[in-house]
T-cell receptor, first 115, second 114 residues
Framework: SAVISQKPSRDICQRGTSLTIQCQVD?????MFWYRQQPGQSLTLIAT?????????ESGFVIDKFPISRPNLTFSTLTVSNMSPEDSSIYLC????????????FGDGTRLSIL | AQSVSQHNHHVILSEAASLELGCNYS??????LFWYVQYPGQHLQLLLK??????LVKGIKGFEAEFIKSKFSFNLRKPSVQWSDTAEYFC????????????FGAGTRLFVKA
């Protein structure tokens, strides 16, 4: 099992600004991911955070908009850049401790509102 | 394209009623299947999983799910729901050959009336 701490838990931001979300896992993990959950919708994978190298982004997501860092095995950040109201969402950090047949663990999420 | 479909977006049941939530997937290769639950104000947590063996999987809190390969389905069931089962339920799939990327269904909001 793993405990995933995300901060901030929520924020209200102005249009055009950027916010960095931090994710800390209490044990060493195989993989770390960032998801977005827009109101009334499911989880959409933004990217896989790779340790020491550039993240792997899913279709529709780009590094300039969502830069991700993962300096070590247990910590990652996601920045939401140049925010617009369409970026209002819950952003979730997730970690995998074993192979793909193991469940992912999730943080509590960051609820982001853009004015 | 890989996808997961959950048939019901909102379900309302009375306590003691039986529950079945549908999940179908479109995914090549050998799959791993999961049901996650998100209780109000809490983070996602695993309800049960299937990756091999007995296709009838039992999870926490009396939930079970059956993998039917020919139907590409992994439906979630519970014989008698409780008010505390009120939550959102997500079906999720990944593949041993598809790396570690997990795809989630749209979710089903279950409300159980006391």
């Amino acid at each position: 099992s793993a405990v995933i701490s995300q901060k901030p838990s929520r924020d209200i931001c102005q249009r055009g600004t950027s916010l960095t979300i931090q994710c800390q896992v209490d044990s060493q993990v195989t993989m770390m991911f960032w998801y977005r959950q827009q109101p009334g919708q499911s989880l959409t994978l933004i990217a896989t955070a790779n340790q020491g190298s550039e993240a792997t982004y899913e279709s529709g997501f780009v590094i300039d908009k969502f830069p991700i860092s993962r300096p070590n095995l247990t910590f990652s950040t996601l920045t939401v850049s140049n925010m617009s109201p369409e970026d209002s969402s819950i952003y979730l950090c997730s970690a995998l401790l074993g192979g793909s047949n193991q469940p992912q663990h999730f943080g509590d999420g960051t609820r982001l509102s853009i004015l | 394209a890989q996808s997961v479909s959950q048939h019901n977006h909102h379900v309302i049941l009375s306590e003691a009623a039986s529950l079945e939530l549908g999940c179908n997937y479109s995914y090549g290769g050998t799959v791993n299947l999961f049901w996650y639950v998100q209780y109000p104000g809490q983070h996602l947590q695993l309800l049960l999983k299937y990756f091999s063996g007995d296709p009838l999987v039992k999870g926490i809190k009396g939930f079970e799910a059956e993998f039917i390969k020919s139907k590409f389905s992994f439906n979630l069931r519970k014989p008698s729901v409780q008010w505390s089962d009120t939550a959102e339920y997500f079906c999720a799939v990944n593949s041993n050959t598809g790396g570690f990327k997990t795809i989630f269904g749209a979710g089903t909001r279950l409300f159980v009336k006391a």
